[in-house]
């Protein structure tokens, strides 16, 4: 690879290559081409946005001797400013402050006659840090500007200005270059320059940048030199000291289970492999947040750091008002680290808040929030930093009536034949107000009430597992003699447990108790639909049948379960299974 910078390989030479600030970009170029450029301009904006390359741009095309397509990049003027040579193009860097005396000299000498082009550029970067008396010559020459002279003035704090400079200038505020456009260049480059460049390495990278282009070049650079061959994500983690998406899902998911002592292994382990821990506090604040905007809309669109698998795992199993809970802990944290003297020590202590605010609550002491009607989805990062109360009440109070009014053996047993009437294992449709009715018509009081003594002493005997996790976040609904319908608060809880996968484990995991029937999981609000509609049809004597479920098959042999044979069978029958065969002789 060349050994010039990056950033100055790959500086813009035309206004179209500029990436971002569309708006500097399209005023200035139109002040070029009418030939109505000001006598100065001041751009302001964060470090790396541009401000620069675009003051050597306008630099070079107001000289340019084909103001049409200025710049043109081909005559004696652009030629000579691209190398830098163009004795009419002067560049101050303010911040230098070496040579004060020169600088204000150089400014005095501002009304002499350009020697090349028709202007005279005088490009001060860092203007706010000009002396005293450099500044009040800059000023005198803009309050009565020579026509042949171009001031433009560069900083990243134009509040340090003098308001009569400012005033004199037409400003333009460089913004903040978008994560995906940063992202774009960076790719473009790495196939210009010939190397390989993973998609989530370059956004690790815009990430780090943080809008500017400079950075972003320069961590691309650095990368280039310590990856070999291709620059992964990883590698970005390993040297910049992020921890991995997976990692801090790890760490939290420790943290979900209460396990203290592996939390606090990982921390060290974070630490000893130079794991920026006040990066990663913010950084969790962001899973976090994910997992609750996922928890209530369930749109994968809205995630920005997980993806839908990752934020289904953190938001089943809990609830957004725990979530959010610990959200804060985090903000107290990084508030903590300004003052403190080891941020482990307080992220530790933030860890262990974590735990307390993620504890689960038990069946009996704490009722389940209702959903209210409309998704709270577009509040819930406002609610970061003043959590709404989460209406209190209690479902099973309606279970129960309905319970007494129901006398399960009025319904009749349907015709297992009835294909829309069978309810096959590994095949739960979505838990609607329908499927819900025609599962609580076969239910009653009395195996509610057993099943839910059974389960007490399951979980409470039990260390977390993934399903206790998932079952201390669910109240029983209601039980009859093949299901158990459990009242989850969040749609993607109840989306976990009807995973067939999870849902098969779960029912192996409910036999332990003594339970030998299929988890079913509904949302609290479809549930309470579900009854409302009970209520009605019963009083008309009108309840839908029973719909008929079957159990799971007896626990297979390991290698009878990752058969694909016997999987093709599961699912398509026996017949075509061995019409595929013959087809292959
Ligand atoms: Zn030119």
Redesign the pocket.
């Known amino acids: 690879m060349s050994r010039i910078a990056l950033y100055q390989k790959y500086r813009s030479s035309t206004f179209e290559e500029v990436v971002g600030q569309e708006y500097a970009v399209r005023s200035i170029r139109n002040a070029v081409h009418s030939g109505q450029v000001g006598h100065a301009y001041l751009f302001c904006g964060p470090r790396g946005t541009g401000k620069t390359t675009m003051a050597r741009l306008l630099a070079?095309a107001v000289?340019?001797?084909?103001p049409q397509k200025?710049?043109?990049?081909?005559?004696e003027?652009?030629r000579a400013a691209e190398e830098g040579s163009h004795p009419d193009i002067i560049e101050i860097n303010a911040a230098n402050e070496t040579h004060v005396e020169d600088i204000r000299d150089l400014i005095d000498r501002a009304r002499l006659a350009s020697m090349l082009g028709k202007h005279k550029i005088y490009i001060i970067d860092e203007v706010h840090q000009l002396s005293s008396s450099a500044a009040s010559a800059l000023l005198k020459t803009l309050e009565e500007p020579p026509a042949h002279v171009i001031f433009i003035l560069a900083t990243t704090d134009p509040q340090k200005l003098l308001p009569t400079i400012i005033s004199r200038c037409q400003r333009f505020d460089f913004t903040k270059v978008e994560k995906s456009l940063i992202q774009k260049h960076l790719l473009h480059i790495a196939s210009q320059e010939g190397f390989e460049l993973e998609s989530g390495a370059a956004d690790k990278i815009a990430e780090l940048a943080d809008g500017g282009m400079r950075d972003a070049l320069s961590i691309l650079e650095q990368a280039v030199s310590y990856s070999e061959g291709k620059i992964t994500e990883e590698d970005i983690n390993r040297v910049y000291g992020l921890a991995s998406t997976d990692q801090k899902i790890a760490l939290l998911s420790a943290v979900f289970s209460n396990d203290l002592t592996e939390t606090l292994r990982m921390i060290r382990d974070y630490e000893a492999h130079g794991i920026d821990l006040k990066r990663l506090t913010s950084e969790l604040m962001d899973v976090l947040k994910d997992a609750v905007i996922y928890g209530y809309t369930q749109k994968e669109s809205l995630l920005k750091v997980l993806n839908k698998s990752q934020a289904v795992h953190l938001s089943a199993g809990h609830k957004a008002k725990d979530l959010l809970r610990m959200i804060e802990d985090l903000m107290k944290a990084i508030e903590s680290y300004k003052t403190a003297q080891s941020v482990a020590s307080y992220f530790e202590i933030a860890c262990m808040d974590m735990m307390a605010a993620a504890e689960p609550v038990s069946f009996r002491d704490e009722p389940k929030p209702i959903e209210t009607e409309k998704p709270k989805a577009a509040r819930a990062p406002a609610m970061v930093s003043a959590p709404e109360p989460v209406k209190e009440e209690t479902f099973s109070p309606e279970i129960e009536t309905m319970n007494l009014e129901e006398p399960a053996e009025e319904s009749e047993p349907a015709d297992a034949c009835q294909e829309d009437n069978h309810l096959k294992n590994n095949e739960i449709p979505e838990m609607d107000e329908d499927l819900v009715l025609r599962l609580l018509v076969q239910c009653n009081k009395d195996a509610k009430a057993e099943d839910t003594e059974k389960l007490k002493k399951l979980t409470e005997g039990l260390m977390m597992d993934r399903y206790a996790a998932a079952l201390r976040q669910t109240t029983i609904a209601a039980s009859g003699a093949d299901c158990i319908l459990f009242s989850v608060s969040m749609p993607a809880i109840a989306n976990n447990i009807n995973e067939p996968k999870f849902n098969r484990g779960l029912y192996e995991y409910l036999k332990r108790a003594d339970i030998d029937k299929m988890p079913f999981a509904a949302c609290e609000s479809v549930l309470k639909r579900a009854v409302s509609s009970y209520r009605t049809l019963y009083a008309e004597k009108n309840l839908p049948e029973r719909i008929v479920i079957e159990r799971y098959k007896e626990d297979k042999t390991e290698e009878e379960k990752i058969n694909p044979e016997q999987r093709m069978k599961d699912i398509f029958g026996d017949d075509m299974v061995e019409v595929i065969d013959e087809g292959k002789d």
């Open positions: 070079k000289n340019c001797d084909s200025a710049p043109c990049g081909e005559c003027n652009c």
